[in-house]
């Protein structure tokens, strides 16, 4: 039973943040599946957002590097949620170097990163800009990787509080429960302290 189908259920993160989140989640951990794992996805996906020219074909090095990119950011979402896991910011920073990204000024004054030359490396920049916008928003932070680590999924944390754990509480959240409780019954009944006689 895999949990992306039912997490598809929560709302999209807002705006651009949405890009990042189904970036992220172009690998479901708990069906081992993955949306950009060959050249020809990698570019369908892209071109699908956007963010790649007709003429550009992703190779096996863009796939690689954008799959890094994307745990990295992984790791990050699921430290958003408070899990204690490694995040190697070296990979987004030589994604972001590579990505050749330049500020751009727009007349009704806004101002948005856009890549130099029309590759992979500059959609992966592209991004990163968008994530460099919501740590600027705070919109960053609830971003959050599912608590269950077989799912792992990314989602946008809406919950008035700020505490969602799972992707999906019926799903991630139950089995987390009963995994807790399995593991009480397996340490078996606890000792009762008797007080010592007199």
Request: aromatic content about 6%; glycine content about 8%.
């Given at each position: 039973?895999?949990?992306?189908?039912?997490?598809?259920?929560?709302?999209?993160?807002?705006?651009?943040?949405?890009?990042?989140?189904?970036f992220?989640?172009?690998?479901?951990?708990?069906?081992?599946?993955?949306?950009?794992?060959?050249?020809?996805?990698?570019?369908?996906?892209?071109?699908?957002?956007?963010l790649?020219?007709?003429?550009?074909?992703a190779?096996?090095?863009?796939?690689?590097?954008?799959?890094?990119?994307?745990e990295?950011?992984?790791?990050?979402?699921?430290?958003?949620?408070?899990?204690?896991?490694?995040?190697?910011?070296?990979?987004?920073?030589?994604?972001?170097?590579?990505s050749?990204?330049?500020?751009?000024?727009?007349?009704?004054g806004?101002?948005?990163?856009?890549?130099?030359q029309?590759?992979?490396?500059?959609?992966?920049?592209v991004?990163?800009a968008?994530?460099?916008?919501?740590?600027?928003?705070?919109?960053?932070?609830?971003?959050?990787?599912?608590?269950?680590?077989?799912?792992?999924?990314?989602?946008?944390?809406?919950?008035?509080?700020g505490?969602?754990?799972?992707?999906?509480?019926?799903?991630?959240?139950?089995?987390d429960k009963?995994?807790?409780?399995?593991?009480?019954?397996?340490?078996?009944?606890k000792?009762?302290?008797?007080?010592?006689a007199?």
């Amino acid at each position: 039973m895999g949990s992306a189908p039912l997490t598809e259920t929560r709302p999209p993160a807002p705006g651009a943040l949405e890009l990042v989140r189904a970036f992220i989640n172009t690998r479901n951990v708990e069906r081992r599946t993955d949306l950009i794992d060959t050249p020809a996805r990698l570019t369908a996906w892209l071109r699908e957002r956007d963010l790649l020219d007709p003429a550009i074909q992703a190779t096996e090095d863009d796939v690689a590097r954008a799959a890094a990119v994307r745990e990295v950011l992984r790791s990050f979402c699921l430290r958003n949620n408070g899990l204690d896991c490694e995040c190697d910011a070296r990979v987004l920073n030589a994604a972001a170097e590579r990505s050749g990204l330049l500020l751009a000024f727009e007349d009704g004054g806004d101002s948005s990163f856009r890549p130099r030359q029309p590759c992979v490396d500059g959609a992966i920049g592209v991004v990163l800009a968008t994530v460099h916008r919501a740590m600027l928003d705070r919109s960053w932070g609830k971003l959050k990787g599912c608590a269950d680590p077989a799912c792992a999924w990314i989602y946008y944390d809406r919950s008035k509080n700020g505490c969602s754990r799972w992707c999906n509480a019926g799903l991630c959240g139950n089995r987390d429960k009963v995994k807790r409780f399995r593991e009480r019954q397996a340490s078996g009944p606890k000792a009762i302290d008797k007080p010592l006689a007199q």
